[in-house]
């Protein structure tokens, strides 16, 4: 009876390290973050939403909130207009992309985004 308690709590205690471990990771997943580079193809400040595409052809559709931070135009997405060559910081969760930061790209890093 001692060696099937044993036993018992063997199994737990690793089932809990294991359950631990994989919600690190998750945790840690979530935290990644990614860029994109490109033009800005559409705006929508209802949403607060806007459409970069890449050099590429690749639509990604991002959203802001007011944790974005905002280098180069007007805070909040105010510059923020179609047209405008950016690179854009952000998270993914759930197929959903939210921005942590969003900077205007100069004249020559503009130019070569456009070539």
Known sequence: MLHSLKWRVAVLTALALLL????????????????????????????KTMVVKTADGTEHSVKWTE????????????????????????????GEKTAVGVKTAGKATGKALSQ
């Open 20 to 47: 631990t471990a994989v919600g690190w990771q998750k945790a840690s997943a979530d935290e990644f973050t990614h860029i994109v580079k490109g033009t800005v193809k559409s705006v929508d400040k209802a949403s």
């Open 67 to 94: 944790k974005t931070t905002w280098e180069g135009m007007k805070d909040t997405g105010e510059g923020v207009a179609e047209g405008s060559k950016v690179t854009v910081k952000y998270t993914e969760k759930a």
